[in-house]
């Protein structure tokens, strides 16, 4: 099963994923690649796979990739064999923006997605501004865009909010296990 965990930025994704890989041996997070540098504790090969930009245009070139944006004026995308070799043996679970999400949802209809939503917006300011590693001017764009992208929530299968992230994980693992007792595929 392909799971494709979307949202804003700061919304919490990344901790959602890192409780559910936790919680499930089962699950396996598809790594994407970024032209960004890395974060403060962001590790290579872990968090993305941090490459460069003509690498990753050469990747596109190639058609190698299954999605890929521009976000922020850097670039992400996943490997189609990255998605294939993963789901072979286990489900995949992917944390991907907005735009990335609507790209997989169509490219990959059978898959699952959930859209994690901000307990308020001035919590997800607090949020972005805790990273600590966002400019005032990122913070502002990176919340109008949150505006934009919460307004798409109700085109993916599921909405959960973060509001605490223990009950948003347990959610989560409702709806995967839900999706494992359906008698009819998705289509």
Not at 70 to 98: A, F, H, P, T
Not at 104 to 122: D, H, M, N, W
Request: proline share 3%; with cysteine; net charge positive.
């Amino acid at each position: 099963m392909l799971i494709i965990i979307t949202g804003p930025s700061g919304v919490g994704k990344t901790t959602i994923i890192r409780s559910l890989i936790k919680a499930d041996p089962k699950l396996r997070y598809s790594v994407s690649l970024t032209t960004r540098k890395p974060r403060p504790r962001e590790i290579d090969g872990v968090d993305y796979h941090f490459v460069s930009i003509a690498e990753f245009k050469e990747k596109i070139k190639n058609d190698e990739f299954a999605e890929w944006s521009e976000v922020y004026g850097q670039y992400y995308g996943r490997l189609k064999r990255d998605l294939e070799e993963i789901s072979r043996e286990n489900d995949v679970l992917v944390g991907i923006d907005v735009q990335g999400a609507e790209k997989l949802k169509a490219k990959y209809p059978e898959g699952v997605t959930i859209f994690i939503l901000p307990k308020s917006e001035s919590a997800l300011e607090s949020q972005l501004k805790g990273r600590g590693t966002e400019s005032e001017e990122s913070i502002k764009t990176r919340l109008n865009t949150a505006i934009h992208e919460i307004k798409k929530a109700d085109i993916f299968d599921y909405k959960v909010v973060n509001d605490k992230v223990f009950e948003a994980v347990k959610k989560i693992q409702c709806i995967i296990i839900a999706e494992k007792c359906k008698t009819k595929n998705r289509e």
